[in-house]
């Protein structure tokens, strides 16, 4: 039935866009050309084990403009890096993965957008920013343990406005199981809906999509925002991430976050719960036990940018992991200091962890990281 409807609301919008679509095609086309290049170098040490290393952690193709009508926009986006294509995983043939984003946007009308393809969720805050514009080195535990990441599927984005305030909703229907996948569709789909209100109206800049407070905000700036995801019979780990496991759960996530910018002074924080209908152990005749990974999280961080567009940063980070898998929960405490020389554009981020992970030896764990983006 989820199939079904899936296929009948793909044909409806089709014929919608269609229809108005050629009704006014301008013939001409667009492309803005962009790229950025991430280099880390973090060293580990936990107990007597020390670790190093030194790699492009990010090296990425940006294309996107108008296609033929200006009511239809692109974005293509790909990844040249290992960790970009991520692990290979046997279902998708192996394939290269280096494909992140490839979707078509089309204007319903002047507060309504259509999305089909490829890309980002609208799922929390934190992973819905470009890892270009981070606040620290890397995302959170939080969204790494427990974010639903980019799907391929249909989204709809609108802009309201409510009480005087702002805000933007989102709903999407994907496939449920993650990016570049070629071998179609193992459980059921997945449905999100994010909602976000502005009460003091918009951040400059879209301020509230990246980290620290480059502009400056004369005025106290909040968002507040809200997802929902359902990804029925999930077949992999963690929903749209992870391994294929013997057999499929219902997973539902909880997101809810906030962004706050004043004068410098910037605040943002998530919380986030992950669960699996009907428990997440998995038993399978071979391995034995599987589980998929639920529990809780939190994440809290804040920063001050001086007048010489140095910041100073802090964030706490709690996983808190369903006891019945077995995973022992996680403390993170990281201070940052960051030096943007045009912004998130050209800028030198470090910063300093110290991770307890149940009982056993704490980690202790410095990155420095240069971005370049052009």
């Given at each position: 039935m989820n199939k079904f409807l899936l296929s009948i609301a793909a044909v409806c919008s089709f014929c919608y866009v269609n229809s108005a679509a050629a009704q006014n095609l301008a013939g001409s086309s667009t492309m803005k050309f962009s790229g950025r290049i991430q280099s880390l170098a973090s060293v580990e040490m936990t107990g007597d084990e020390f670790e190093t290393n030194i790699l492009v952690r990010r090296a990425r193709l940006k294309f996107q403009g108008v296609a033929i009508n200006p009511k239809f926009s692109y974005k293509l986006e790909l990844g040249l890096t290992n960790r970009d294509h991520g692990s290979p995983i046997p279902e998708t043939n192996n394939s290269a993965r280096m494909i992140l984003d490839a979707v078509v946007m089309y204007n319903m009308g002047p507060k309504t957008q259509l999305w089909f393809g490829q890309t980002k969720l609208p799922g929390n805050r934190e992973r819905v920013m470009s890892s270009a514009k981070l606040q620290f080195v890397d995302r959170s535990l939080l969204n790494s343990k427990y974010n639903i990441d980019r799907d391929m599927g249909i989204q709809i984005h609108h802009n309201f406005e409510l009480g005087g305030m702002i805000g933007e909703a989102a709903v999407s229907i994907s496939q449920g199981e993650g990016r570049n996948i070629t071998t179609g569709n193992y459980g059921g789909f997945d449905?999100?809906?994010?909602?976000?209100?502005?009460?003091?109206?918009?951040?400059?800049?879209?301020?509230?999509?990246?980290?620290?407070?480059?502009?400056?905000?004369?005025?106290?700036?909040?968002?507040?925002?809200?997802?929902?995801?359902?990804?029925?019979?999930?077949?992999?780990?963690?929903?749209?991430?992870?391994?294929?496991?013997?057999?499929?759960?219902?997973?539902?996530?909880?997101?809810?976050?906030?962004?706050?910018?004043?004068?410098?002074?910037?605040?943002?924080?998530?919380?986030?719960?992950?669960?699996?209908?009907?428990?997440?152990?998995?038993?399978?005749?071979?391995?034995?036990?599987?589980?998929?990974?639920?529990?809780?999280?939190?994440?809290?961080?804040?920063?001050?940018?001086?007048?010489?567009?140095?910041e100073v940063s802090a964030r706490f980070t709690s996983i808190t992991h369903e006891v019945v898998i077995g995973e022992d929960d996680i403390s993170m405490y990281t201070l940052g200091v960051s030096k943007y020389l045009d912004g998130h554009n050209l800028k030198v981020q470090s910063d300093f962890s110290m991770i307890q992970e149940g009982g056993g030896d704490a980690t202790y764990m410095g990155r420095i990281q240069f971005e370049l983006s052009f």
């Amino acid at each position: 039935m989820n199939k079904f409807l899936l296929s009948i609301a793909a044909v409806c919008s089709f014929c919608y866009v269609n229809s108005a679509a050629a009704q006014n095609l301008a013939g001409s086309s667009t492309m803005k050309f962009s790229g950025r290049i991430q280099s880390l170098a973090s060293v580990e040490m936990t107990g007597d084990e020390f670790e190093t290393n030194i790699l492009v952690r990010r090296a990425r193709l940006k294309f996107q403009g108008v296609a033929i009508n200006p009511k239809f926009s692109y974005k293509l986006e790909l990844g040249l890096t290992n960790r970009d294509h991520g692990s290979p995983i046997p279902e998708t043939n192996n394939s290269a993965r280096m494909i992140l984003d490839a979707v078509v946007m089309y204007n319903m009308g002047p507060k309504t957008q259509l999305w089909f393809g490829q890309t980002k969720l609208p799922g929390n805050r934190e992973r819905v920013m470009s890892s270009a514009k981070l606040q620290f080195v890397d995302r959170s535990l939080l969204n790494s343990k427990y974010n639903i990441d980019r799907d391929m599927g249909i989204q709809i984005h609108h802009n309201f406005e409510l009480g005087g305030m702002i805000g933007e909703a989102a709903v999407s229907i994907s496939q449920g199981e993650g990016r570049n996948i070629t071998t179609g569709n193992y459980g059921g789909f997945d449905y999100t809906g994010r909602v976000e209100l502005l009460p003091f109206g918009a951040f400059a800049g879209k301020g509230d999509y990246f980290g620290a407070d480059l502009k400056r905000e004369e005025n106290p700036k909040l968002s507040l925002g809200v997802t929902y995801d359902y990804n029925d019979n999930a077949s992999r780990q963690r929903g749209n991430t992870g391994s294929f496991l013997f057999s499929t759960r219902t997973l539902s996530t909880v997101f809810a976050d906030m962004m706050f910018k004043y004068q410098g002074l910037s605040v943002m924080a998530e919380y986030a719960v992950k669960s699996a209908k009907g428990g997440p152990v998995v038993y399978t005749p071979v391995d034995g036990v599987e589980y998929f990974y639920t529990g809780s999280g939190a994440n809290v961080q804040a920063g001050y940018l001086f007048m010489s567009n140095c910041e100073v940063s802090a964030r706490f980070t709690s996983i808190t992991h369903e006891v019945v898998i077995g995973e022992d929960d996680i403390s993170m405490y990281t201070l940052g200091v960051s030096k943007y020389l045009d912004g998130h554009n050209l800028k030198v981020q470090s910063d300093f962890s110290m991770i307890q992970e149940g009982g056993g030896d704490a980690t202790y764990m410095g990155r420095i990281q240069f971005e370049l983006s052009f």
